[in-house]
T-cell receptor
Framework: LAKTTQPISMDSYEGQEVNITCSHN???????ITWYQQFPSQGPRFIIQ???TKVTNEVASLFIPADRKSSTLSLPRVSLSDTAVYYC???????????FGTGTRLTVIP | DVKVTQSSRYLVKRTGEKVFLECVQD?????MFWYRQDPGLGLRLIYF???????EKGDIPEGYSVSREKKERFSLILESASTNQTSMYLC?????????????FGSGTRLTVV
């Protein structure tokens, strides 16, 4: 599976848009990009998934360029409750194992 | 919403004890997983199961075993607990190995072995 690299931590003020970029240079044709969110003392929660271009849901947007070697999770107008660890995963179709790295710890400041 | 329920939020066990961690999901998911999460190491897969009575080793199965007698229940067993098994244990389930549904995690069991 393609290894992912993302920043260890980020800070943002409330109300700002936050973009977390993940690189996955060795992504394969049948790999998807998935993001999870984890609050303290809870299990990770699926946020969004995409293959290419742009995906948007009620929580976030995911931007994937044509070469798919990176992806950007965009959180619009963050609030204090968005403080969490965000994990970028490359997932192979049909695979049963998710590889979670150490994620990006986002801290939203009032 | 799919619910994955782990029987205990916190457990304290003694070295050498046999420990059972229970996980139940309520949406007829095929796949179930056990991960452990440690600071600086992220989540690591211990075992997973894609069907009743089926199990596959993950990345760190040593010192653990699992049981899946019913589709909704997946148990993690520490045969003889050791202090290096102190960790947060997370159970997850997914409908299939496909990517359309994501994985649903439980809230975790924080196990301390003393």
């Amino acid at each position: 599976l393609a290894k992912t690299t993302q920043p260890i931590s980020m800070d943002s003020y409330e109300g700002q848009e936050v973009n977390i970029t993940c690189s996955h240079n060795n992504i394969a044709t049948n790999d998807y990009i998935t993001w999870y969110q984890q609050f303290p003392s809870q299990g990770p929660r699926f946020i969004i998934q995409g293959y290419k271009t742009k995906v948007t849901n009620e929580v976030a947007s995911l931007f994937i360029p044509a070469d798919r070697k990176s992806s950007t999770l965009s959180l619009p107008r963050v609030s204090l409750s968005d403080t969490a660890v965000y994990y970028c995963l490359v997932v192979r179709t049909g695979a049963n194992n998710l590889f979670f790295g150490t994620g990006t710890r986002l801290t939203v400041i009032p | 919403d799919v619910k994955v329920t782990q029987s205990s939020r916190y457990l304290v066990k003694r070295t050498g004890e046999k420990v059972f961690l229970e996980c139940v999901q309520d949406m007829d998911h095929e796949n179930m997983f056990w991960y452990r999460q440690d600071p600086g190491l992220g989540l690591r897969l211990i075992y997973f199961s894609y069907d009743v009575k089926m199990k596959e080793k993950g990345d760190i199965p040593e010192g653990y075993s699992v049981s899946r007698e019913k589709k909704e229940r997946f148990s993690l067993i520490l045969e003889s607990a050791s202090t290096n098994q102190t960790s947060m244990y997370l159970c997850a389930s997914s409908l299939s190995a496909g990517m359309d549904y994501g994985y649903t995690f439980g809230s975790g069991t924080r196990l301390t072995v003393v």
